[in-house]
Structure formats: C-alpha cells, structure tokens
C-alpha cells in the first residue's frame, strides 16, 4: 500500500525568506501524481501545484515549486518570498495513475507553516 | 473558492441525534467524495461516488449513512454517532473518478463536535 510522510508537524518562516516542506512517498508504482494542497485557517483546503511522475521537470507556479526526485521518492515543496497569507496547513498527496481505489488519494499528516512578519 | 459548498459549517449533536452534511459542487463534475480529518491523522477518505453510483466504501461504520441523489449534492447521514467521530468532514469533488491526474477541488469542511 502507498504510504505519504510529512516528517515536519510545524515549520516557521520568516516574511519575505524561502522555506521547504518535504515529503517522502512510498509505492511500488511507476506512474503516479504527487499534489501539494494548502488548508488555511478558513479550511478550504486549495491546490498548490502538483508534479506527473513521468515529467523530469520540476512543477513550478509563481512562488511555490517542487523539488521531485523519484528515485528517492521525495517531493518538497518550496516556497519562495513567503507571504502572510503563506500561513496555513500543508498537505502531501499520492494519486495513482489510474482510477478507482489506485486514483484515490492518500495524503500525509500536514505541515503546520507559520509566517512571521 | 465557492465551487464546492458544505452546509453546516459547524454542528454539535448529541450521540442520540440524526443529522445531515450537505455538499453541494457547482464544477460540473461526476466524482464526488467524503473525507474525515482528524486531529494529527491523515485524511480519511470515507466514500466515494461516480455518476450517483457508490464506488467505494473505506471499511466506515454504519451510523454513517452516504446519499448522492445527483452529480451535484452529496448527503452524509449521521446517527448515533459517538465521541470519537467528532473531527472536520471534508467534501472533495472531481471531474470525473478515472483517467490520470484528476484534481479533487475541496468544500470548507464541516467542524462536527458529538457530545
């Protein structure tokens, strides 16, 4: 069974710095999705980026980007110019390729990121 | 993000009480899911529906009662329920259940405290 690790419970940042959350992964598959998904205080919990296995390339969306290293099966999240609004629960996520009970989600425990200012 | 809505947002009931979660997607989408968040636990994926259909069953118990009487709303029935269950349940829909990469887009959530 796939298993995700978010070895961080709490990570703080100052405004305006850089952090990195890591993830590692465990799976027997070759084809996969890999998500970060942000839950602020609000709750709703939104997309950040997400990474295809298949794709060499690192995921990048304006300040936030992924370090993807398969063989290692890690997959952090940086953050780059942290912003209060930066502030919020951070969740790792594995999808397999295919639908069913290989497409459902399985997710870490979250990171905590403060923000300071 | 109003795309996917849950009513109530907060709900406290007694272990005698039956209540209802709404959910409610305005994407246009076929998936539909419900997920518990607890304290310090990954998120549990509850159930899962495709095309009104119930495709999958993590292992709940019963006094959690699914209904999907369309692609738009999703219904988790609670009866009975003990202390234990109180956590946030969460609402995700997608487009569709299969196919590579589908994104799941996430309700508020509802906060539920069983007494």
């Known amino acids: 069974a796939q298993t995700v690790t978010q070895s961080q419970p709490e990570m703080s940042v100052q405004e305006a710095e850089t952090v990195t959350l890591s993830c590692t992964y465990d799976?027997?598959?070759?084809?996969?999705?890999l998500f970060w998904y942000k839950q602020p205080p609000s709750r709703q919990m939104i997309l950040v980026i997400r990474?295809?296995?298949?794709?060499?390339q690192n995921a990048t969306e304006n300040r936030f980007s992924v370090n993807f290293q398969k063989a290692a099966k890690s997959f952090s999240l940086k953050i780059s110019d942290s912003q209060l609004g930066d502030a919020a629960m951070y969740f790792c996520a594995y999808r397999g390729y295919y639908g069913g009970s290989q497409g459902n989600l399985i997710f870490g425990k979250g990171t905590k990121l403060s923000v300071k200012p | 993000e109003t795309g996917v809505t849950q009513t109530p947002r907060h709900l406290v009931m007694g272990m005698t009480n039956k209540k209802s979660l709404k959910c409610e997607q305005h994407l246009g989408h076929n998936a539909m899911y419900w997920y518990k968040q607890s304290a310090k636990k990954p998120l549990e994926l509850m159930f899962v529906?495709?095309?009104?259909?119930?495709?999958e069953n993590n292992s709940v118990p019963s006094r959690f009662s699914p209904e999907c009487p369309n692609s738009s709303h999703l219904f988790l029935h609670l009866h009975t329920l003990q202390p234990e269950d109180s956590a946030l349940y969460l609402c995700?829909?997608?487009?569709?259940?299969?196919?590579?990469?589908?994104?799941?887009?996430f309700g508020p959530g509802t906060r539920l405290l069983v007494l």
């Open positions: 799976t027997s598959e070759s084809d996969y999705y």
């Open positions: 995700a829909s997608s487009r569709r259940l299969a196919g590579p990469g589908e994104t799941q887009y």
């Open positions: 990474q295809e296995a298949y794709k060499q």
């Open positions: 529906y495709s095309l009104e259909e119930r495709v």
